[in-house]
Every structure is written in C-alpha cells, then in structure tokens.
C-alpha cells in the first residue's frame, strides 16, 4: 500500500509539471508599444509596462493563463484576467495566446485579433504578434524583441496540452498541411474546424489580413488600399492626393496655377507685356510699382514721411517732449503730477490741513493763528471741543450731509469727537436691533 501511495505522489508530481509550468516577466525587458499605425511611429506612439511597481505583479501559467495587472502610459491600469474574460493559452504548447485584457480607459485588449496572434517562444520566453486595444487612445500594440520599446520576456517555457509537456515532439498545428507545422504559417489562418487555410490579404499595407477591401476604402495603382477621398473632384477618377503640377483651392477644385511672368508685381501676369509698369520712386534702388510706407510720393520721387507724434504742437515732433504724454486723442498733453502720493487719489495741490514734508502730505496741527480764524464759523457737534480737532466744510460730502441733518449753510465746522461718537452710536443701534431681532425669532 505504501508503495502504491508513493506511485502515486511521484505520479502526481510528474503530471503536475508538465502540465502547470509558470514564469515571471522579467525586470529589464517589460515594455510593448501602442502603435497608430503600421510604422508605429507617427503619432508618438503609447507604451505598457509588464512589470510596473505598483499593482499585482504579472504570473504566467500554462493551465490559468496570465494573471496579475499591466500599465498603459495612456490606456490606465490593465488586468490580465477579469471577470468573464481573461487572456489565456490557445495552445500552451506552442505559447499561442487567446483571449481579453480589460482597460480602465479603452476598455477590452484582444490578445487573438482577426488574422493576428500574440506568442510567447517556449525557448527563449520572448513575447511577439500583435494585440488589438480600441478606444481613442488604442491600437495595435507590438510585441517585437527586434526593438527594445516593444519587448516584454518572461521566465516562463512552455507547458503540456496532454502531448508529453516540455520533451515531446511538437504538435502539427496544420495537420491538412504535409509536414509538421508547429505554428501558423504565415499567410495562413486556423478556421473553425481546425484547419489552416491560406488568407488572401487584399490589402497588405494595413495591418491585419483583410479578405476584401474595407469600407471606406479603395485600392490605388500600387496595390494599396487607402480611403475613397477624391481630393479633385473636377478631375476625372479618384485622386487620393493632390497632383504635382497642381494646387487645390477654395472651392475645392483642383488646377494648375498661373505662371506669374512678372513676380515683382502684385497679381499674376501671364505675359512679359505685362510687367510694363511706371516706376513711382525714381530717387530709390530697384522699381517700386507702389509708393513704400512711410513714404510720400512727388513728381515720381519718393520722400521719408517725417514723423510727428504731437499733432497738437507746432512743428514736428518725433519723440514725445518730457514731462508730457499721449491721451487718447493722440494729443501730447502734461503729466499730472502727484503732490501727495502717500494720500488717495491724485492732488495737483496740498489740502487743506496738510504740509508737505519730504515729498509726503502730513496732517498739519493748527496755530493759533488758525484756530482764531475758525474760532467765528458755526460749530457742529460739541462746543467744547478744540478747534486743532474740528473739520472745516471742505468736503463735499460734510457739506451735503450737514445742510441735509442741520439746514446749516455757509461755513461751518465739524469735531471729531462727535464724528466718532456719532460712528460708535450707529454701531451699537445696529447690534442692539439684531439681537432684538434675533429674541423675536426665537
């Protein structure tokens, strides 16, 4: 019994590797591209990495397939194996793979296109074909150790579809074929019932095999198929591109320009007869068929226009005088100097009850002089204030504010004592009526 149990474990451990080989991506060679194109060079093409340093790290199995999460620089994280779907082995003999790749942004990666494939070599576990990715930031994405953007390898060698694993011979993928093919042939496509039959690629500079040309699309003097767009439509049959000799122009006709016999002068002159023209600056180098700018023009002598930026002031100015400027009417008028900058506002004058110290405007303390001279105006506010704190009427605002509040006319006087006052008042009634307001509501 002991025997046959021991049979029995090697038994298990011999089918097992033969049957579940996995591997790894490896840390150098992880990167395939993104192309646009069959040149895979126009646009900057995309890249995704195999072996990124964040996600779940990428395992290879002969049996499960792969596993684990990719990252497109433009199509997001990728997962190998999502729900419902998942890129496994068609043949894990040959390391042909099958199946989708789901993209935060483009959504489903076909790793089996029509007429494509994506290959792991059992020998050198090196990744080749191509993958479909659709979305606005997909396309083909290239597996190709040839170029060292487009390689992704892994320790992973090759597993067993029940032939005798690693050390059998190798299956006839073709066996309608004489000999033993132990992949797709080129040219070649496996069909349902699992024979190869020759693909006729009807155009063989896109990628892919197209059995009939595609929509939109129409087959060139070369071979090629390019897109049905008749770049002339006045020119009998389809031209993809514009002709040589010709030039397409606004209304969408192709033609062939004019011969300009005469390129010095405006327009197109068909003829040398017509390059006869009056020479309009007989004082000047070469011939001038209109008048230059900045020039004026007399008896066909050509004179520099002399520049006078004040229209306002007499005689010709070519700079702007100092300590003036241009308005909006173009006219050189004087600057407006600011005798206080440090008060708002502009003042061509000091205010009253300022002097100017050091090129600042300082509130000036009245003397005695002064305060006897404003000792005879109206007081408004408190009488027993000093006058070196009362405000004269100079303010348009004061004056309006207190013929309306005290119908005083003429000259008067205003404290600041009774400004303040009069500001914390107003302060205290706005308070006083919220939190009323605020009791009513409650």
């Known amino acids: 019994m002991r025997k046959i149990i021991f049979i029995f474990f090697i038994s298990f451990l011999w089918v097992s590797n033969t049957e579940a080989f996995t591997g790894t991506i490896d840390s150098v060679s992880h990167t395939a591209k993104v192309c646009r194109d069959v040149t895979c060079a126009s ?3 995309g890249s995704i990495n195999f072996a990124p340093t964040s996600g779940t790290a990428v395992v290879i199995d002969s049996v499960t397939g792969l596993s684990g999460q990719i990252w497109g620089n433009e199509l997001g994280w990728i997962d190998l194996n999502p729900t419902g779907e998942g890129v496994t082995f068609a043949d894990p003999i040959l390391g042909v793979l099958t199946g989708k790749a789901w993209s935060q942004v483009s959504g489903w990666i076909n790793f089996a296109p029509t007429g494509q494939q994506v290959i792991i ?22 597996f190709d150790c040839a170029s060292p953007s487009s390689c992704v390898k892994t320790s992973w060698r090759g597993g067993s579809s029940g032939n005798g694993g690693s050390g059998s011979s190798p299956r006839d993928v073709c066996p309608n074929i004489g000999g033993v093919q132990a992949s797709i042939p080129n040219g070649y496509t496996v069909s349902l019932d699992g024979l190869c039959i020759q693909v006729i690629d009807v155009c063989p500079n896109i990628i892919g095999e197209q059995s009939a040309i595609p929509a939109g699309f129409i087959k060139n003097s070369l071979g090629a198929c390019i897109p049905n767009i008749d770049y002339c439509p006045n020119i009998t049959g389809v031209q993809a591109v514009v002709p040589t000799s010709h030039i397409l122009t606004t209304n969408g006709n192709c033609i062939i320009p004019k011969k300009d016999m005469c390129k010095d002068l ?5 003829s040398k ?42 005689g010709n100015q070519n700079t702007i ?56 105006i109206p007081t408004i506010g408190f009488s027993f204030v000093p006058d070196r704190f009362m405000i004269p009427n100079d303010s348009s605002f004061l004056k309006n504010l207190a013929r309306s509040l005290t119908h005083t006319e003429g000259e008067f006087k205003v404290d ?15 308070m006083l009526f919220a939190w009323i307001g605020k009791r009513l509501m409650r």
Not at 282 to 301: A, E, R
Not at 416 to 430: P, R, T
Request: include cysteine.
């Open 416 to 430: 600041l004592v009774s400004v303040a006052i009069s500001i914390i008042e107003l302060i205290i009634l706005i």
């Open 266 to 270: 405006p327009g197109i002159q068909e």
């Open 43 to 45: 646009p900057t093409p």
């Open 321 to 376: 005088p100092s300590g003036q400027t241009i308005n909006e009417k173009g006219e050189c008028i004087a600057l407006l100097v600011d005798i206080c900058p440090n008060l708002g506002g502009q003042q061509s004058n000091v205010p009253l009850g300022f002097t100017l110290q050091k090129e600042l405007c300082l509130f000036d303390t009245l003397s005695e002089e002064e305060e006897i001279s404003l000792s005879g």
């Open 273 to 314: 007869a017509e390059c006869t023209a009056t020479d309009l600056c007989t004082n000047l180098p070469g011939i001038q068929y209109v008048t230059p700018k900045g020039y004026s023009t007399v008896n066909n002598h050509c004179f520099l226009e002399v520049l006078d930026l004040c229209k306002n002031i007499e």
């Open 121 to 142: 070599d059992r020998d050198n576990g090196q990744f080749s074909g191509w993958a479909w990715s659709g979305g606005p930031y997909g396309g083909w994405v290239k």
